[in-house]
């Protein structure tokens, strides 16, 4: 089976880092390129973030900066969660990645025509590059595979009581995503909040004994410190690497394909995903959405991409 080639779009943010790093180091995946959008933090703060964890990973990819706003211009950054660099709890190495001089969207764009075969895009942050590249290059979207996105949830949300941080960031750009005709999987809190970064993962991580591991490890404890003030959850969901666990092996989730909409206007529910699980509204089925996680198989994969990405530095 030829790997599949991907681009990722990420706010690292903790949670994207390990993304980054399932992305990069399983022989299933071929990941062209990474792009950065703000979320967990300013742009160039999650910019910075994702050149140190690709150094700190050995991941040799292009990294390109992107939107710094939302379509409308929100911007706010999740320091309550990640902390003021948006990737606090460990020493992150200074970036030997050069930052390509192309914005995201444009190296999204060169990558995706300059590959012999359709691209996956998968997004662990608000879906803004994802959505200005489907508007400004309407010409490549035949060569999108697929939109793979870590975001909403078929239940309650997390930055509002029924909106997901990533959607509620830019909905505008979510409904363009959820429109366009595109095959979509969605990975919501529903299936993220399964994978959970118990203390035998913990362990797990410790008896790698790699420089690698033990900053994880950091990364890790800071994650589940916040976590645990803000959502009294000791053990944190780790969202983004769903995405791309899914890539690997479609079993790592059950999902179901169904109508997925985006409320842009309701005064408490704005950001909100509408996941017609029964098909209510008669509207025709345009998302998978996973719902439940093969909790081994997703963190045998996880552990085993970082002692790979370990051996490779
Ligand atoms: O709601 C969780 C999502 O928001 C994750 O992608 C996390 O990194 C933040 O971006
Ligand atoms: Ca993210």
Redesign the pocket.
Known sequence: MKPIPLILD???????ALAMILAAHNPALNLLGITTVS??GGIAKVTLNARRVATLANIKVPIAEGAGKAILGAIEE?SD??GESALDGAELPEPKIELSALHAVDLMAKLIKDHSEPVTLVA???LTNIALFLKMYPQLKNRVAEIVF??GSASRG??TPYA???IW?DPEAADVVLRSGLPLTMCG?DV?HQALVTKEIFTALEQMGTPLSSTIIGLLKFFAKTYDEVFEMPDP?L??PVAIALLIDRSVVKSRHVNVQVELSGPLTRGATVVDIYQRLGEPANCNVALDLDFDKFWSMMLEAISKAAIKA
């Not at 990420?10 to 994207?16: A, I, L, N, Q, V």
Request: glycine residues 14%; proline residues 11%.
């Open positions: 990420c706010d690292p943010g903790h949670d994207d979320g967990n999740a969660i990640h662990t942050g608000p870590m975001g997390n930055r997901e941080f990533n960031m809190l993220t969901p969202h983004d």
